[in-house]
């Protein structure tokens, strides 16, 4: 079956612009995440989904960032005036259930570079 | 008390060497210790994982040592090989109810030929 996908897989965009970057999980996984990973670095925790509801929020670095889920399916993180250390990579995982001990399926991730 | 701390940062290790990562946790609660190895250019994939009702798993040339008292645990790759040459992230969770991992900040491993 189909893997997680996210797009843009590429997006280059200029300081002070709002960008939206797409995830769309596999079938039947209830559970999302977003990460970011700056060149280098570890993967850091945005934010998570069960269903369409995100009971935590704790990563997101600012409210510049927002997220949302629809239909128990595709999640949108929007990061609004964007800026120069908002350049990273960010990946998207789905899992069959919110519960650590399942496997997170990560997509290729979304490059973000901003100018 | 969340973080999971990783090292070395990097490594090089000759093919058919044995590769060591390392990583220390501070919450007791966590039960659940996953690896994930990538790929330039791609997502993280789970590797192998270990529950610390045992202190060892081995998977092929994987094998994850742990130790529930120093709160630590390790991956070995046996026999390296050039196609292993990835970045490993450790990773830590808690099995009941619903919570997210935290992962350690992440190992280049290069194997030279």
């Known amino acids: 079956g189909a893997g997680v996908s996210q797009s843009p897989s590429n997006k280059v965009t200029e300081k002070g612009k709002d960008v939206e970057l797409r995830c769309d999980p596999i079938?039947?996984?209830?559970?999302l995440y977003w990460y970011r990973q700056r060149l280098g670095q570890g993967l850091e925790f945005l934010i998570y989904f069960q269903g369409n509801s995100a009971p935590d929020k704790s990563g997101l670095p600012s409210d510049r960032f927002s997220a949302e889920r629809t239909g128990e399916s595709v999640s949108t993180l929007t990061i609004q005036r964007t800026q120069q250390e908002d350049s990273a990579v960010y990946l998207c995982?789905?899992?069959?259930?919110?519960?650590?001990?399942?496997?997170?399926?990560f997509g290729p991730g979304t490059r973000l570079t901003v100018t | 008390q969340q973080q999971v701390k990783q090292s070395p940062q990097s490594l090089i290790v000759q093919k058919g060497g044995i590769s060591i990562i390392n990583c220390a946790y501070e919450?007791?609660?966590?039960?659940?210790f996953p690896w994930y190895q990538q790929f330039p250019g791609k997502g993280p994939a789970l590797l192998i994982a270990i529950r610390p009702d045992v202190s060892e798993k081995k998977e092929g040339r994987f094998t994850i040592s742990f130790n529930k008292s120093a709160k630590q645990f390790s991956l070995h790759i046996m026999d390296s090989q050039p196609g292993d040459s990835a970045t490993y992230f450790c990773a830590a969770g808690r099995q009941s109810g619903y919570s997210t991992l935290t992962f350690g900040k992440g190992t280049m491993l290069l194997v030279s030929p």
């Open positions: 995982a789905s899992s069959f259930s919110g519960k650590s001990s399942y496997e997170q399926y």
């Open positions: 919450n007791t609660a966590f039960d659940y």
């Open positions: 079938s039947g996984h209830t559970a």
